[in-house]
C-alpha cells in the first residue's frame, strides 16, 4: 500500500544481553557505555550537545556519496554492503520446514508464513550475548505488492492470494550471528518466529475488552486476529520492541456510507487490497468494530517465542508510525510516537508505574509486562514562540466528556483522533520515525512532507509546518522542560528539506551540506550522530524538484553543527529504512524496501523489473543490507 504461525520451541525464557538492566543501571542512570549505546536516553534531559564528544575528532569522518540513480546500494569509500536477508528467505523457525525463495513468486500462503515477509520497514538488533557478534533481528513487514507477491498477480483475488498478503504482512524474529565472513542467519533457531495478519495477539491497557473492540468472533474484545501495517519499530530498555499498526485503514471495506467514525479515520468504501472478499472481518459494514482492533503500538517480546504480540491501547490508536523510549530520572517510561498522516498528530504517553528489573527468574520483559498499560497520553502543541505543551488525553478533562462523545477512557483512546481534534493540537506535516538523543536527551522528528498545506479548505502553514505544498519535509527537534515528563517544552527546527537549488522558495530547505527530500527514518548511533533516511515517492522521484536528488539514500547528521552528509544510496524507486546498529556501532543494519516500486501500486506482472532488478538480478525484493567498514572501524566516524 502506498502511503502510501508462529511456533513454539523454546521451553525457557532466555533473556537479551544488556537488555536486562539491573535496578542500579535503569533507575540511578549509572549506565554502562553499552546499556547507553542501545538504550540511549535513560537519564533525563539536562546536557549541552557536543559536535566533538570525543578528543576533539569531528563526529563525521567519512566521505559524502553523490546522488545516484544507479539500480544498487553505494556506500563511501572504505565501506562494504551485503545484503543479509531478503523477502521470501527462510527465517529458520525451528521444527519447521524452511520453504526456499521461488522466482517465480510460486511460494504458497503457508509457506509464506515461514519466510521473510514484504517490505521491510522498521528493524531492531537485540543482542544476545556481551560482545554483541550474535543476536536477534526483529523486523516489520509494512504492506505488499499483490502484482509481485503472486505469479500471476492479484486478479483474481482467492482465499489463497488474501492468505498469502497477510502472511507476508507483520514482524520476523530472526536469529543471526557475526562469523569470520560476516552477518549470517542461524537457521534454524529456536528464536525465530513469524508473526502475521493471523497471528493471535493480547490486548492491554484502558480499551482492552472495551464495546468498541468486541466483534462477534471476540466477544470479549481481548483477542485479535494478527496485526499488519507494521512501519516503524523501537525497543524498550526492558528487552521488547514497539510496532506500529500504520496504514491498517485501507485493508477494511467500509462500504458507500461510512459513518462519522469511519470517515475520520480514512476507511475506503473498499480496501486497496481485497481482503474482506475472502475474510469477512475485513468488511467494515458487517464488522464494525475489526478496525477499531487496529492502529495500535504492538509489543512484543522477542526472547520468548511463546509470548503473543500486545496491543498496548493505553498509548492511543493512530496511524501509528512506529513507538520510542526513554526514561525518566526516577525510571519511568516514556513513549514518543507520531501518526503519519496529513495534518494528524504527535503523542507522548508516561508511564504511572517505574520499570522493573529482571527478578526471581523473571526477565525483564516479563517483569514490565504491564508498565505500558498505566499512564497518560498526552498530544503536542508547537506555539508560535518556540515553546509547546503536552494536552492529556485524560477522560473528563476539559471538552473529552461523554457530553462530546466519549464515554469512557478505552472510548478516547479508541477515538484518539477525534479527542485531538477538540483538544486544539498541532495538526503536522505526517510526523514518521523520532529518536532521542543518547547524551542530551533532546527529541527529534521528522515530518515527512504535506502537499495538501495550504490547500483550498486544509489547514495554512503554521510556525512547526511553515510550508505550503510542503513537498519536502522538515525535521523538528526539542527539550522537555525538567524531565522526559514535562508537560511542556521548547522547540525548534533541526533543518527544513529541499533542493537549494530549487526556483519555489517553499521547496528550497536549508539543508547544511547535502540537499535532500522527505525525511523519514531517524535514529542516533553510539556516538550521538542521527542517521535520517528518505522516502521521497515513486511518483517524485528524480523529477521536477527532486530532480537533482537522486534515489532514496540515508545521511548522518551532527546535530551540534547541523552538518548533514550523504552516506549511502538507494536502488531504483526504493525508500530506505529501518537503520539499527550493533552496539559497537561497527555495524549498520539498513533495509531496502519496495526496490523497483513504480508510481501505483505493481499489479501487472509483467511490469515488476520495468524499474529494478536488484538484489540478485530478478524480482525485485525488499531486503536487508549489513553496512560494515572493510577495516572494521566504527561506522561513520
Ligand atoms: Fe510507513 Fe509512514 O511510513
Ligand atoms: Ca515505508
Ligand atoms: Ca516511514
Ligand atoms: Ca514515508
Known amino acids: 500500500m502506498r502511503h502510501s504461525l508462529e511456533n513454539s520451541n523454546a521451553s525457557s525464557n532466555p533473556t537479551i544481553h544488556e537488555l536486562n538492566p539491573s535496578r542500579r543501571e535503569l533507575l540511578q542512570g549509572g549506565l554502562g557505555t553499552a546499556l547507553a549505546a542501545l538504550l540511549g536516553p535513560l537519564a533525563g534531559c539536562a546536557a549541552t550537545p557536543t559536535a566533538t564528544p570525543s578528543g576533539g575528532a569531528p563526529l563525521l569522518g567519512f566521505s559524502s556519496v553523490p546522488p545516484s540513480e544507479a539500480d544498487t546500494v553505494t556506500v563511501p569509500p572504505g565501506y562494504r554492503a551485503q545484503v543479509l536477508t531478503a523477502w521470501g528467505e527462510p527465517v529458520g523457525i525451528a521444527g519447521m520446514a524452511m520453504p526456499p525463495w521461488r522466482e517465480d513468486a510460486s511460494a504458497s500462503a503457508a509457506e509464506q508464513a515461514l519466510q521473510f515477509g514484504m517490505h521491510h520497514d522498521g528493524m531492531q538488533f537485540l543482542p544476545l550475548q556481551p560482545d554483541g557478534r550474535r543476536g536477534l533481528l526483529v523486523t516489520n513487514h509494512e504492506y505488499t505488492d499483490e502484482g509481485l507477491l503472486h505469479p500471476d498477480g492479484p486478479e483474481p483475488w482467492t482465499a489463497e492470494k488474501v492468505a498469502k498478503s497477510q502472511a507476508a504482512h507483520g514482524l520476523s524474529v530472526a536469529e543471526i550471528e557475526l562469523r569470520g565472513d560476516g552477518w549470517r542467519l542461524v537457521r534454524p533457531s529456536r528464536f525465530a518466529r513469524r508473526i502475521t495478519a493471523r497471528t493471535p495477539c493480547a490486548v492491554g491497557g484502558p480499551a482492552a475488552g472495551h464495546s468498541l473492540l468486541r466483534t462477534a468472533a471476540d466477544p470479549q474484545g481481548r483477542r485479535v486476529l494478527g496485526t499488519f501495517a507494521n512501519c516503524a519499530m523501537g525497543r524498550t530498555p526492558w528487552g521488547t520492541v514497539l510496532s506500529g499498526e500504520e496504514n491498517f485503514a485501507f485493508h477494511f471495506d467500509a462500504g458507500p456510507n461510512p459513518d462519522a467514525h469511519q470517515k475520520r479515520w480514512g476507511l475506503p468504501a473498499q480496501g486497496f487490497t481485497r481482503w474482506a472478499a475472502h475474510d469477512e472481518r475485513f468488511d467494515a459494514v458487517k464488522h464494525p468494530n475489526e478496525a477499531n482492533r487496529f492502529g495500535w503500538i504492538v509489543e512484543l517480546d522477542p526472547a520468548d517465542p511463546t509470548s503473543p504480540p500486545v496491543k498496548r491501547t493505553a498509548l492511543g490508536r493512530a496511524a501509528h508510525e512506529g513507538a520510542w523510549v526513554a526514561l525518566t530520572r526516577d525510571g519511568r517510561a516514556v513513549v514518543y510516537s507520531g501518526e503519519d498522516a496529513r495534518f494528524e498528530y504527535l503523542y507522548k504517553f508516561v508511564s504511572r508505574d517505574r520499570v522493573q528489573p529482571a527478578r526471581d527468574g523473571r526477565s525483564a520483559a516479563q517483569a514490565n509486562r504491564e508498565l505500558l498499560d498505566h499512564g497518560t497520553l ?223 501500486d505493481i499489479s501487472d506482472p509483467a511490469d515488476i523489473n520495468r524499474f529494478s532488478r536488484w538484489p540478485f538480478g530478478g524480482r525485485p525484493r525488499s531486503a536487508t543490507v549489513v553496512v560494515r567498514r572493510e577495516d572494521g572501524g566504527v561506522i561513520g566516524s
Request: hydrophobic share 35%; with cysteine; net charge negative.
Open 378 to 600: 498526552y498530544v503536542a502543541r508547537f506555539d508560535a514562540d518556540g515553546r509547546g505543551r503536552w494536552l492529556p488525553l485524560v477522560h473528563g478533562q476539559g471538552p473529552l466528556t461523554a457530553a462530546n462523545g466519549f464515554a469512557d477512557q478505552g472510548e478516547v483512546l479508541v477515538k484518539t483522533r477525534q479527542a485531538c481534534d477538540l483538544l486544539g493540537a498541532t495538526k503536522l506535516d505526517r510526523p514518521e520515525w523520532l529518536a532521542i538523543h543518547p547524551a542530551t536527551g533532546e527529541v527529534f522528528c521528522s515530518l515527512t512532507n504535506n502537499t495538501e498545506r495550504g490547500k483550498a479548505g486544509k489547514p495554512g502553514p503554521d510556525p512547526a509546518n511553515p510550508r505550503v505544498n510542503n513537498a519536502m519535509g522538515q525535521v523538528l527537534r526539542w527539550r522537555e522542560d525538567g524531565d522526559f515528563d514535562g508537560e511542556t517544552f521548547a522547540w525548534r527546527h533541526l533543518l527544513l528539506a529541499g533542493d537549494p537549488a530549487n526556483a519555489r522558495a517553499e521547496a528550497r530547505g536549508n539543508v547544511q551540506g547535502d540537499a535532500f527530500g522527505c525525511p523519514d527514518g531517524l535514529c542516533f548511533d553510539p556516538r550521538g550522530v542521527l542517521w535520517i533516511q528518505t522516502d521521497m515517492s515513486a511518483g517524485v522521484m528524480r523529477q521536477g524538484e527532486f530532480a537533482r536528488l537522486g534515489n532514496n539514500q540515508m545521511l548522518a547528521c551532527d546535530v551540534g553543527t547541523g552538518e548533514v552528509r550523504r552516506f549511502l544510496t538507494g536502488p531504483v524507486n526504493c525508500e530506505i529504512t529501518g537503520a539499527t546498529f550493533a552496539p559497537d556501532g561497527r555495524t549498520l543494519f539498513v533495509n531496502i524496501q519496495h526496490p523497483g516500486e513504480p508510481p501505483g
